[in-house]
């Protein structure tokens, strides 16, 4: 037989989640864990309290906050049909809060030393979808405690006319 794998996994979709994303517009990132306390089941919400405590070099915490948001992106995955395996496309966008809150535990994990899990969750995450991994490492810019803003000094002309 050729072409491709008749038995291949189908990809899984999960639903928007509009009121999340209204929520996280309307919230400054300072403010995200109101968010999840009305949204907790969302994974995306997770991984954006996950980042905002990342940017702010709390590394425990954020590792804590992607653990929940993996955990309920499992539960949101496994209502949704996947079985354990299978894609798990980036381009469809309610299918990134999962793969955020993946990036997020993977990104805690090496931080931490924790080589096995880096191992098992850079399985996981390419095989979800072999683009997100490096798709989401672009996205996230900062390091702890990193603001892309220059000082403002930096704007100040100094000399003689």
């Known amino acids: 037989m050729t072409g491709d794998n008749l038995i291949s996994e189908p990809e899984t979709l999960l639903p928007a989640e509009p009121e999340v994303l209204e929520a996280l517009r309307r919230t400054a990132r300072s403010e995200i864990a109101a968010v999840v306390q009305v949204h907790p089941t969302s994974p995306l919400a997770w991984a954006e309290l996950a980042d905002a405590t990342h940017s702010e070099g709390r590394l425990l915490e954020s590792y804590a906050y992607a653990r929940v948001g993996y955990h309920r992106g499992l539960d949101a995955l496994r209502k949704a049909g996947w079985r354990g395996h ?19 535990l993977r990104r805690g994990a090496e931080e931490i030393g924790e080589t096995d899990e880096v191992s098992r969750l850079t399985a996981f995450l390419t095989d979800a979808d072999a683009s997100a991994i490096s798709i989401i490492a672009t996205l996230h810019t900062g390091s702890p405690g990193f603001d892309p803003a ?10 003689e006319d």
């Open 86 to 104: 299978g894609p798990i496309p980036w381009r469809h966008e309610p299918n990134r809060g999962v793969l955020r809150a993946l990036f997020a």
């Open 150 to 159: 220059p000082p403002t000094e930096a704007f100040v002309i100094r000399g």
